[in-house]
């Protein structure tokens, strides 16, 4: 090994060179083997910048182009009769659609079908579909001429649970379209949870109900109410639900 390359490689190890000779003789062993089985580095200060990585591009992953449902009332129902959107498609007995005139000026909305409804295919059946309709009545509407039902989510929550937030989020292009397309003047969420969901709030029903709400590009007026359910569970309420039907009367008679 050539003296040089020895001293070059001590200054590149940085070793003391004013070593006693004993250690310098190791030292110099040491160094010998590592100069016969590897190149020389350059001196740090002489060494050519190491050659920069580009940086990696992090492409954001593709983001779901957002779901646009059927713009006509017969492709929108096939779509949701289909829709495997959220889980609780795997539930359900049959989607619940909704029901009513296809342009009833009064939009009422639930949170979601129940095991009767399930079963039915139809929104609000049963006891309390019976007392909706026997409200309805009370300011002569129903679902057969002026009123349209229909609900937050389209499939049965299993056990009557609350519909979570990914379904509703699933869901929501179903009932924006059916609200486009039907063009009601007034909505009228029934229970806390159609409120709560529709209106993307946490308020208690007790504070929602009253003051008129608006919802989507149309700002549609929104008024709240009582679930016909809870109320059968709680028939003491039904005194301060019908201030909120003398409400929805006087909003769509334009009193
Ligand atoms: Fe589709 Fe709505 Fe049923 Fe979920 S609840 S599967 S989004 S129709």
């Known amino acids: 090994m050539e003296a040089h390359r020895r001293a070059r490689l001590l200054r590149v190890l940085e070793l003391d060179v004013w070593t006693t000779r004993?250690?310098?003789?190791?030292?110099?062993?040491?160094?010998?083997?590592?100069?016969?089985?590897?190149?020389?580095?350059?001196?740090?200060?002489?060494?050519?910048?190491?050659?920069?990585?580009?940086?990696?591009?992090?492409?954001?992953?593709?983001?779901?182009?957002?779901?646009?449902?059927?713009?006509?009332?017969?492709?929108?129902?096939?779509?949701?009769?289909?829709?495997?959107?959220?889980k609780l498609c795997k539930t359900r007995t049959n989607t619940v659609f909704g029901v009513g005139p296809?342009?009833?000026?009064?939009?009422?909305?639930?949170?979601?079908?129940?095991?009767e409804e399930d079963a039915r295919g139809e929104p609000f059946v049963g006891a309390a579909g019976k007392l909706l309709d026997e409200m309805l009545k009370s300011v002569d509407r129903s679902r057969s001429r002026n009123v349209y039902i229909a609900n937050v989510v389209k499939c049965r929550p299993p056990g009557n649970r609350d519909p979570e937030s990914d379904e509703v989020a699933a869901c929501r292009?179903?009932?924006?379209?059916?609200?486009?397309?039907?063009?009601?003047?007034?909505?009228l969420a029934l229970g806390r949870i159609a409120a709560q969901r529709l209106l993307s709030s946490t308020a208690p029903l007790s504070k929602l109900r009253g003051p008129?709400?608006?919802?989507?590009?149309?700002?549609?007026?929104?008024?709240?109410?009582?679930?016909?359910?809870?109320?059968?569970?709680?028939?003491?309420?039904?005194?301060?639900?019908?201030?909120?039907l003398k409400q929805v009367h006087r909003f769509l008679a334009g009193i």
């Open 173 to 187: 292009p179903f009932l924006d379209r059916q609200i486009e397309l039907l063009k009601p003047k007034l909505i």
């Open 212 to 244: 008129q709400h608006a919802y989507g590009p149309a700002n549609t007026p929104v008024l709240i109410s009582y679930h016909p359910a809870y109320l059968l569970r709680t028939p003491s309420d039904k005194l301060k639900s019908w201030v909120d």
């Open 102 to 115: 296809q342009d009833a000026p009064l939009l009422v909305i639930g949170e979601g079908p129940g095991a």
């Open 22 to 86: 004993s250690k310098a003789a190791a030292v110099a062993e040491v160094v010998e083997a590592v100069v016969a089985s590897a190149p020389i580095p350059a001196p740090r200060s002489l060494r050519a910048a190491a050659p920069v990585a580009p940086p990696l591009l992090l492409t954001p992953e593709a983001a779901e182009p957002p779901y646009i449902a059927p713009s006509d009332w017969a492709g929108l129902a096939e779509a949701v009769k289909a829709c495997t959107r959220c």
